[in-house]
């Protein structure tokens, strides 16, 4: 049973709108939800996180939305650029545990 | 630093072949884990370890060793491959007490024939 999923497999806005992404989780345990960028052939690298005690947070043109009582999270991207092009993972904690559980990710594609 | 890295960057295996993965960091993490990312699957955790002498099975363990004698390297064994373990394997560390500084490598793809 798939714990996080990204329902979206693909996702084309054009560039200087903004791009939502979205992420949906069953684990009513997890705590701490991060988003990871990853380009082709290189691995994923570390975007925005959340702790399940905030509903936001942003950093500079990324913001990510949490919604504790639907099991829900969003990452918004504001606005948004060629360069991110790429696919996106949702992917959840659970307390300590240092295990990171991923969605399958979301291809995004910003058309100039 | 260099990070994370891993070798090889591409391999490609008969059934039934052994091989060994590796990955270093240079970063003094404790925690290093594997992944194997496979199409439209995401990436699903094989073995994770917490330091030195330590390592546990994440979801997808079966047909993989791993080992910890250093803090710096951990590598993953396929003792017989399979055509099903044809994916691309990302190695990743982090600091304990930590959730969003995980570093990930480049990544190893993997074809079994």
């Known amino acids: 049973d798939q714990q996080v999923k990204q329902n979206s497999p693909s996702l084309s806005v054009q560039e200087g709108r903004i791009s939502i992404l979205n992420c949906d989780y069953t684990?009513?345990?997890?705590?701490?939800f991060l988003w990871y960028k990853k380009y082709p052939a290189e691995g994923p690298t570390f975007l925005i996180s959340i702790s399940s005690i905030k509903d936001k947070n942003e950093d500079g043109r990324f913001t990510v939305f949490l919604n504790k009582s639907a099991k829900h999270l969003s990452l918004h991207i504001v606005p948004s650029q060629p360069g991110d092009s790429a696919v996106y993972f949702c992917?959840?904690?659970?307390?300590?545990?240092?295990?990171?559980?991923f969605g399958k990710g979301t291809l995004l594609t910003v058309n100039p | 630093n260099a990070g994370v890295t891993q070798t090889p960057k591409f391999q490609v295996l008969k059934t039934g072949q052994s091989m060994t993965l590796q990955c270093a960091q240079d970063m003094n993490h404790e925690y290093m884990s594997w992944y194997r990312q496979d199409p439209g699957m995401g990436l699903r955790l094989i073995h994770y370890s917490v330091g030195a002498g330590i390592t546990d099975q994440g979801e997808v363990p079966n047909g993989y060793n791993v080992s910890r004698s250093t803090t710096e390297d951990f590598p993953l064994r396929l003792l017989s491959a399979a055509p099903s373990q044809t994916s691309v394997y990302f190695c990743?560390?982090?600091?304990?007490?930590?959730?969003?500084?995980?570093?990930f490598g480049p990544g190893t793809r993997l074809t079994v024939l």
């Open positions: 992917a959840a904690s659970e307390g300590s545990n240092y295990k990171l559980t």
């Open positions: 990743a560390s982090r600091k304990p007490g930590t959730t969003d500084t995980q570093y």
């Open positions: 684990n009513s345990m997890f705590d701490y």
